[in-house]
């Protein structure tokens, strides 16, 4: 006898109901074939093996969010160079950058690239040069740089003065330093600040300047971001 198992019969805990058939012919219970009465009274069992369930992975969810991306900035071929490479952002026409940090703490090692000129006494401007200027904590350093700024025209928007003594290795002499908010200027007070002008001039009053600079970010409440221009006049103004 074969069972054939009917899919439209499945019972409970996966019994199924069974049609049986004798050489072709269906057997139903009580039906008679040949000299024998068939009693059918049973179902079929199977035993299937266990399949793990399988649970496709799910990804965790993205919750939505706010927020701003800051560029950062370009790393600098030799971040110990004291080269304008070193930028880390630019204000009109003014680099300002980080220079070398091996010594100093990093606000003490601000550098501002800025052009320098000087006033003779007939009111005329010559230019110095570009120059970048390294704020550190006892002094200031100011070297030539590659690049050449124009004469800053942004208009004056506070005014700063301050009467001091400045020395270099030439000698001493009383100065006035003014800072309209743009430009630093140098003005001789006395006869041997006049002197010690135009004795610089040979080497650009890089020394003058220098000096000068360092009473203006120490007594003056200036930053090296706050320089377009610096300017030493040969007269008093």
Do not use: C
């Not at 439209?8 to 069974?18: A, I, P, R, S, W």
């Not at 091996?102 to 550098?111: P, T």
């Not at 501002?112 to 006494?121: G, M, N, R, S």
């Not at 704020?135 to 200031?140: A, F, H, Q």
């Amino acid at each position: 006898m074969t069972p054939s198992y009917r899919p439209d019969g499945v019972l409970t805990d996966g019994h199924y109901g069974v049609i049986t058939t004798i050489d072709g012919k269906t057997i139903t219970d009580g039906n008679v074939y040949d000299n024998y009465r068939y009693h059918y009274d049973g179902d079929v069992t199977l035993s299937m093996p266990n399949k793990p369930d399988f649970e496709p992975p799910v990804n965790p969810p993205v919750t939505p969010g706010t927020g701003t991306v800051t560029p950062l900035p370009e790393q600098p071929t030799n971040p110990s160079s004291n080269t304008p490479e070193n930028t880390t952002e630019t204000t009109g026409h003014k680099t300002v950058w980080d220079g070398d940090r091996s010594g100093d703490r990093l606000e003490d090692k601000r550098v501002v690239t800025v052009p320098f000129f000087k006033v003779l006494e007939d009111k005329t401007t010559h230019r110095y040069g570009t120059y970048d200027v390294a704020k550190r904590t006892t002094e200031v350093k100011i070297e030539p740089s590659a690049q050449v700024l124009p004469e800053p025209n942004q208009p004056a928007t506070q005014y700063r003065e301050l009467t001091t003594e400045l020395t270099t290795d030439k000698g001493m002499g009383e100065f006035t330093l003014k800072y309209n908010g743009s430009r630093f200027t140098i003005l001789p007070d006395d006869d041997a600040a006049m002197k010690l002008i135009v004795v610089g001039d040979e080497t650009k009053n890089r020394t003058l300047f220098e000096e000068a600079l360092h009473v203006a970010f120490t007594q003056m409440g200036l930053e090296v971001a706050d320089l377009d221009g610096v300017y030493i006049h040969f007269g008093k103004d």
